[in-house]
């Protein structure tokens, strides 16, 4: 599987959203049999989970994101998004996309190892 490919990143106001996407880099893939996530590192900070999928549909969140922000997949499975709604400036991070070939069990996905993406940046201002 190649690198997933993030965009929709930007910068927006404190309260404002935004939506992101992941999509395969390779024309006519999908992620059918993946467990898909968003991660976040902000400056100076680890990587962080923020929300995961499985092929399946369950979802897991982060508290930090937890009744703000939304992960789904599309019907065919070629793009995961990440609405971000209510967006706080400690929400400021670059997001990655990572795919596994795996499953959710508690609040990440495993089984494999995930291909990441190249990250793209969410900047949020007071």
């Known amino acids: 599987q190649a690198p997933p490919v993030e965009s929709g990143g930007g910068s927006v106001q404190s309260g404002g959203s935004l939506r992101l996407s992941c999509t395969p880099s390779?024309?006519?893939?999908?992620?059918?049999?993946?467990?898909l996530g968003w991660f976040r590192q902000a400056p100076g900070k680890g990587r962080e989970g923020v929300a995961h999928?499985?092929?399946?549909?369950?979802?897991k969140y982060a508290d930090s994101v937890k009744g703000r922000f939304t992960i789904s997949q599309d019907d065919g499975k070629t793009t995961m998004y990440l609405q971000m709604n209510s967006l706080k400036p400690e929400d400021t991070a670059t997001y990655y996309c990572a795919a596994m070939k795996g499953w959710l069990l508690g609040d990440f996905c495993t089984g494999g190892e995930n291909i990441w993406g190249q990250g793209t940046q969410v900047t949020v201002s007071s």
């Open positions: 390779v024309s006519g893939y999908s992620f059918r049999a993946y467990c």
């Open positions: 999928i499985d092929s399946d549909g369950g979802t």
